[in-house]
């Protein structure tokens, strides 16, 4: 029986031998060394380019466009890469280890000549039987689309930026006495101003009154108040509500107006409410009430003798 059992082994412990000088074989025989072209488009820009490396291996990257050095970025900190050298158009590296599938490295190019696509996204990964050993990157001239549909964007951004700026011009005449008297706002009898006399709540919602100014002609008339605001929120005046405290009628408010974008704490600015002509009696007393876009915090004027 023990011969027997002795004679079963023999064989089973040359088949193991015959196992490990197969891998040694395999392992003396190493990966097959690879040399590949990688072409960019903007449609794939996105898309993470697979490279096989391994240990013991170097891998160069070329490029035909320069690349930004300072922004290149190797994810895991390139803890597992035994070299890692950038160079204008060019990336030699070497893994110090093996690294699997779904346990690459990412590595991110951008580009520095601002040429589209912008980037480009390697994963870094180990394969058995083979290795990238050298990696040409070149980005496909853009198609008569996709440079017609970028030439279309830039009318259209350059079309809108003239509305614009043909806006600010007529914004910036308007605003001066030629501007007043294209508009027929300024006449031959010109325009009268005075530092009226007011009535005011004494700092209620945390705004307060410093002074009222009018300023009128025969075709409209402006009332600016300096507000003080002595809350602890900055606050923007959204709506004007004017009418005369004898007869309560309601006064047609064109505009509501402020040089700043608010009034913040602690600040005054000067807000001008707009009307038309004047279209209440010399020595009339009005009432001025200037609200927030959501009425939390109102202004109340009960009394302005204009």
């Excluded at 088949?15 to 097959?32: C, H, I, P």
């Excluded at 990238?132 to 964007?153: G, H, K, N």
């Excluded at 706002?185 to 004494?202: C, I, M, S």
């Amino acid at each position: 029986m023990f011969l027997s059992l002795a004679r079963l082994a023999l064989p089973l412990v040359f088949l193991m031998g015959l196992s490990a000088t197969a891998q040694a074989q395999d392992a003396l025989r190493g990966r097959e060394m690879k040399r590949r072209r990688v072409s960019l488009t903007v449609a794939t820009a996105d898309k993470p380019v697979e490279l096989h490396v391994a240990p013991d291996y170097l891998t160069a990257l070329e490029f035909d466009s320069p690349i930004d050095r300072a922004a290149v970025a190797l994810g895991d900190s390139g803890s597992r890469l035994a070299l890692f050298e950038v160079t204008a158009r060019s990336i030699l590296l070497k893994p110090a280890m093996d690294l699997g599938p779904g346990r690459g490295v990412e590595l991110t190019v951008p580009f520095a000549d601002g040429s589209a696509p912008a980037r480009v996204v390697f994963s870094l990964v180990t394969h058995p039987s083979d290795v990238d050993a050298q990696v040409m990157v070149s980005r496909l001239p853009r198609t008569a689309e996709a440079i017609q549909a970028e030439l279309d964007e830039v009318r259209a951004a350059c079309s809108a930026k003239d509305a614009e700026l043909e806006a600010l011009r007529a914004r910036t005449v308007a605003s001066g006495p030629a501007g007043m008297i294209f508009a027929g706002l300024l006449d031959v009898k010109g325009v009268q101003g005075a530092l009226v006399d007011f009535a005011a709540t004494p700092g209620a919602m945390g705004l307060a009154t410093e002074e009222v100014l009018a300023y009128w002609s025969e075709s409209w008339a402006a009332l600016a108040v300096r507000v003080r605001n002595t809350g602890s929120q900055p606050w923007t005046p959204a709506e004007a509500r004017l009418s005369g405290v004898a007869s309560g009628e309601r006064i047609n408010v064109l505009a509501v107006r402020m040089r700043e974008p608010r009034v913040e704490p602690g600040k005054s600015a000067l807000v001008v409410v707009e009307t038309r002509a004047p279209s209440w009696p010399e020595g009339a007393v009005l009432r001025l009430e200037l609200r927030d876009s959501d009425g939390g915090r109102r202004l109340l004027i009960p009394r302005i003798s204009f």
